[in-house]
């Protein structure tokens, strides 16, 4: 199949499950034309998913292993990325743990571990990424937050991974305000309960109705929904946008 024009090229933070809003968010970027640096903890999957990628759609993808809590890590797998690839016209981090467990039982390793890869690692690939696309007058980044940082937790997320994603949101403003004046965007997209892994497993039958007692509409959202809002966020039709926090909770949380 001969390359499609370029839209640009995206890394994407945590790209290896493949019921993650990572994997959905590649495929439906390479649909549209992107080349893709998928980034994760394992290589193998990304390489093979990335190969179905430039076979199915005609595009330029790479896969490579990535600790984001780790900085020399990150580094060497962007600069792999920009070896195969280019340089990234768009950042996505996806990448990130959950935790359930209450605050009165929480202990420092579990916290830090939290933080360090759902906080820290945005720092990291973002610090590594943006100065090439102020250098170049352009760029795109969206990090993922969550709807636990506005209600002080979630059904199965407690405090540990709210103020995790409370750090992301408030990173982002700061970095979005820092970086305006230069071409690039930071935005947040905020989702409530979306039928991924990232919960304790798949979502079951048995485990469902606790999860869609809080949806005022009634369903799980979809890697899908939040994948379209991404792709519009990193698009040509939002360089108006940054600082922004997009919500995607089914009405969990209005306002």
């Known amino acids: 199949m001969s390359a499609k024009n370029d839209a640009g090229t995206a890394y994407i933070t945590g790209a290896a499950s493949e019921r993650g809003i990572g994997r959905k968010l590649a495929e439906r970027l390479a649909e549209g034309g992107w080349n ?77 571990r939290v933080m360090r890869i759902n906080a820290t690692g945005t720092f990291l690939t973002t610090r590594r990424v943006i100065p090439g696309m102020i250098d170049r007058g352009h760029g795109r980044v969206v990090n993922l937050g969550s709807t636990a940082m506005q209600n002080g937790g979630g059904t199965y997320s407690k405090s540990s991974y709210a103020a995790s994603k409370g750090a992301v949101e408030a990173f982002s403003r700061a970095v979005a305000l820092e970086t305006a004046q230069h071409g690039v965007t930071v935005n947040v997209v905020a989702p409530a309960t979306i039928d991924t892994d990232i919960m304790g497993g798949r979502i079951t039958d048995d485990r469902k109705p606790q999860f869609l007692a809080q949806l005022p509409v009634g369903r799980l959202g979809t890697t899908g929904e939040v994948a379209a809002l991404i792709e519009f966020l990193i698009g040509p039709d939002a360089g108006y946008i940054t600082g922004a926090t997009y919500n995607i909770n089914g009405g969990i949380r209005i306002g």
Do not use: H, K, M, Q
């Open 36 to 112: 893709l640096g998928l980034l994760d903890l394992n290589e193998e999957p990304l390489r093979e998913y990335a190969a179905s990628l430039e076979e199915r759609f005609g595009v330029r993808a790479a896969g490579v292993a990535v600790d984001v809590s780790d900085e020399a890590s990150v580094d060497a797998a962007i600069e792999r990325l920009e070896r195969e690839l280019e340089p990234a016209t768009a950042l996505v981090n996806i990448a990130g743990i959950s935790s359930p467990v209450p605050f009165l039982e929480l202990d420092l390793a579990t916290w830090e």
